[in-house]
């Protein structure tokens, strides 16, 4: 099945410093990976998503890269508040299954 | 409105007692999930149901059974708490023909003692 590793599981920015998180897959089958935003005490939320016919995707603030040949994808969000601040996931879908998901990282935006 | 709702919030029950979770979603998707959070915040699928039917039960020791009356919801069973149940519990629902996007509960946090 398919394993999804995020680092760092921690990351602590100035605010108004950029954030970097990254994840690779394992399963060169899977099409869809989305990222999840986490505040404390609520579910997770999707930010932003990336199918595999695309390499980048920007909304704002956050800009997702996919590349497909190395099977890693990442999350960059540029001039950090603190309200950026929680857990965030990526996670990685192929075929009928569930989002498998990343383990997750805790980002601090420090003001 | 809310998309995906969960009850109780907050569950706290001794070792031994069986209790359930309700989840109710109201965008009108096909497919819902329950996840377990553990401490260190993994997130790992138990359960997935597509219009009413299991079709995904992983590792999951049967003292959890989910039951769907509907397509609309999604409720966790579990029998005999262990002290390892203690978790968040969130349910999820997608619309697989609409794309993959999942929305999530609020969760509800179990504490068994």
């Known amino acids: 099945g398919e394993n999804v590793e995020q680092h760092p599981s921690t990351l602590s920015v100035q605010e108004g410093d950029s954030a970097v998180i990254k994840c690779t897959y394992s399963d060169s089958a899977s099409n869809y990976f989305p990222w999840y935003k986490q505040e404390l005490g609520k579910g997770p939320q999707l930010i932003i998503d990336?199918?595999?016919?695309?390499g980048e995707k920007k909304d704002q603030r956050i800009a997702v890269t996919l590349n497909k040949t190395a099977k890693h994808f990442s999350l960059h969000i540029t001039e950090t508040q603190p309200e950026d601040s929680a857990v965030y996931f990526c996670?990685?879908?192929?075929?009928?299954?569930?989002?498998?998901f990343g383990k997750g990282t805790r980002l601090s935006v420090i003001a | 409105d809310t998309a995906v709702s969960q009850t109780p919030k907050y569950l706290v029950t001794q070792m031994g007692n069986d209790k359930s979770i309700k989840c109710e979603q109201n965008?009108?998707?096909?497919?819902m999930y329950w996840y377990k959070q553990d401490s260190k915040k993994f997130l790992k699928i138990m359960f997935s149901y597509n219009n009413k039917e299991l079709i995904i039960n992983e590792t999951v020791p049967n003292r959890f059974s989910p039951k769907s009356p509907d397509k609309a919801h999604l409720n966790l069973h579990i029998n005999s708490l262990e002290l390892g149940d203690s978790a968040v519990y969130f349910c999820?629902?997608?619309?697989?023909?609409?794309?993959?996007?999942?929305?999530f509960g609020q969760g509800t946090r179990l504490t068994v003692v």
């Open positions: 996670a990685a879908h192929s075929g009928n299954t569930p989002l498998v």
């Open positions: 990336i199918r595999s016919n695309v």
């Open positions: 999820a629902s997608s619309q697989a023909a609409r794309g993959l996007e999942a929305f």
């Open positions: 965008l009108g998707h096909d497919t």
